[in-house]
C-alpha cells in the first residue's frame, strides 16, 4: 500500500513567519511531487511542484525534495493570513496516478 | 479561457436514485481523474481515464460507473450500489507529456438523503 503521509495541523504560525510544512511517502519509486492549496468548501490548487532533489523557489514558496529520506517539504516564507488553508501533499508514482495526503491545516495567526 | 468545468456544484438526491457528475475540460488533457473528499480526509481516486474510450478503476470504484467517449468529458455516475455517496466530487485533468501535474475543476458537492 503506498502511502504519503501529512500531520493534520493545525499548524499554527504568526503573521510573517515562516510556516514548514512535511510530507514523507513510502513508495521510492516515486518520481514527482506535488503541492496543492485547498481553501476550506474549495477545490485544490496547484503551487508548487519539484521532481529532483534539492530546492525550487517560485516566489514566497520553496519546495524541498530529499529522495534518499523520502520526505518532501513546503516552506512559505512572509505567511499572510490568506495562506491559511489546508496543504495537500501528492506524489506520482510510476504509474499514472498521483497519492494524495489527508492534508496538513495551516492557521496564519494576525 | 481554459478551464475544467464541474456541473452541476450542488447536488442534492434521495437515496436510491442514480445520479450523474458532469466534468469538462477545454486544456486538450489527455488524462482525466474523478476523486471523492469527505470531511477532514484526502483525496481518494474513483476512476482515471489516459485516453478516449478507456479507463480504470481506482481505489474506490465500487458504486460508480464513468465513460470516456470524448477527450473534452468524463462524467461520473454514482450508482445506487454506493453505500454513502455524500461527498465532495472532484475532477481533475493532466497533460501526460508535460510531466502529470493536475488541475482540479470546482467540485461538486453531492448530499443524499
Known amino acids: 500500500q503506498k502511502e504519503v503521509e501529512q500531520n493534520s495541523g493545525p499548524l499554527s504560525v504568526p503573521e510573517g513567519a515562516i510556516a514548514s510544512l512535511n510530507c514523507t511517502y513510502s513508495d521510492r519509486g516515486s518520481q514527482s511531487f506535488f503541492w496543492y492549496r485547498q481553501y476550506s468548501g474549495k477545490s485544490p490548487e496547484l503551487i508548487m511542484f519539484i521532481y529532483s532533489n534539492g530546492d525550487k523557489e517560485d516566489g514566497r514558496f520553496t519546495a524541498q525534495l530529499n529522495k534518499a529520506s523520502q520526505y518532501v517539504s513546503l516552506l512559505i516564507r512572509d505567511s499572510q493570513p490568506s495562506d491559511s488553508a489546508t496543504y495537500l501533499c501528492a506524489v506520482k508514482d510510476s504509474s499514472y496516478k498521483l497519492i494524495f495526503g489527508s492534508g496538513t491545516r495551516l492557521l496564519v495567526r494576525p | 479561457d481554459g478551464g475544467i468545468t464541474q456541473s452541476p456544484k450542488y447536488l442534492f438526491r434521495k437515496e436510491g436514485q442514480n445520479v450523474t457528475l458532469s466534468c469538462e475540460q477545454n486544456?486538450?488533457?489527455?488524462?482525466m481523474y474523478w476523486y471523492r473528499q469527505d470531511p477532514g480526509q484526502g483525496l481518494r481516486l474513483i476512476y482515471y481515464s489516459q485516453i478516449v474510450n478507456d479507463f480504470q478503476k481506482g481505489d474506490i470504484a465500487e458504486g460508480y460507473s464513468v465513460s470516456r467517449e470524448k477527450k473534452e468529458s468524463f462524467p461520473l455516475t454514482v450508482t445506487s450500489a454506493q453505500k454513502n455517496p455524500t461527498a465532495f466530487y472532484l475532477c481533475?485533468?493532466?497533460?501526460?507529456?508535460?510531466?502529470?501535474?493536475?488541475?482540479f475543476g470546482p467540485g461538486t458537492r453531492l448530499t443524499v438523503t
Open positions: 486544456l486538450n488533457h489527455d488524462a
Open positions: 481533475a485533468s493532466t497533460n501526460r507529456d508535460r510531466g502529470y501535474e493536475q488541475y
